[in-house]
């Protein structure tokens, strides 16, 4: 019995990508903005269908990092959820729960949490993500491709924000309500 639980435990672990971060120059809106529209800095190799065209972030609590599946000739052939949107303070932090990839196959789950910084010349962003459960081979195989995919995601955020395009949609910030004196 004994062998047989070490066994078992011997998959079970938590892999932890360094905290690694970037300096942009944008500032922490836009920054944020930039963050939930992965086609403009994720690489599509690393994606289902093969473009990050087709992946997208609702940046509200419960919303969806997600992909369509699109076959060649532009017609839609599925989706997939890379993670679920836990917290989204807008300009400051983004964080989604989800196993990416091939993790998704495992009986793992993950954190990746987003933490914008303004700075001198734009912002800082810092990208964490903490994975844990129980992988057949042990997820210490497999931390340093997750590192190494993310830390190349977390590059070109900066080529992103320096790039022409727009900043597109941002966060929603809470709305303060008007308020009127009552005489």
């Given amino acids: 019995m004994h062998k047989w639980l070490m066994l078992l435990l011997t998959g079970i672990g938590l892999a932890t990508a360094p905290a690694r971060s970037e300096v942009l120059a944008a500032d922490a809106d836009a920054a944020c903005a930039l963050l939930i529209q992965p086609a403009r800095w994720w690489n599509g190799q690393h994606s289902y269908s093969g473009d990050a065209a087709n992946m997208r ?6 919303g969806c990092f997600c992909e369509a599946i699109v076959e060649y000739g532009g017609e839609p052939d599925g ?4 993670g679920r949107v836990l917290y989204a303070a807008p300009g400051r932090q983004l964080r989604l729960a989800g196993a990416l990839g091939s993790q998704q196959a495992e009986a793992v789950t ?4 987003f933490t914008i910084t303004p700075v001198e010349r734009g912002s800082r962003i810092a990208l964490n993500y903490h994975v844990g459960g129980y ?6 195989v497999i931390a340093p491709m997750i590192d190494k995919v993310l830390a190349e995601q977390r590059a070109s955020l900066r080529p992103a924000a320096e790039s022409s395009g727009s900043a597109g949609p941002a966060i929603p910030r809470r709305q303060e309500p008007e308020r009127r004196l009552i005489r």
Avoid: P
């Avoid at 972030?57 to 419960?62: E, L, V």
């Avoid at 993950?110 to 949490?113: M, R």
């Fill in 135 to 140: 992988r057949q081979d042990g997820l210490h």
């Fill in 110 to 113: 993950g954190t990746l949490d």
């Fill in 79 to 82: 989706s997939v959820e890379h």
């Fill in 57 to 62: 972030i609702d940046a509200r609590a419960g």
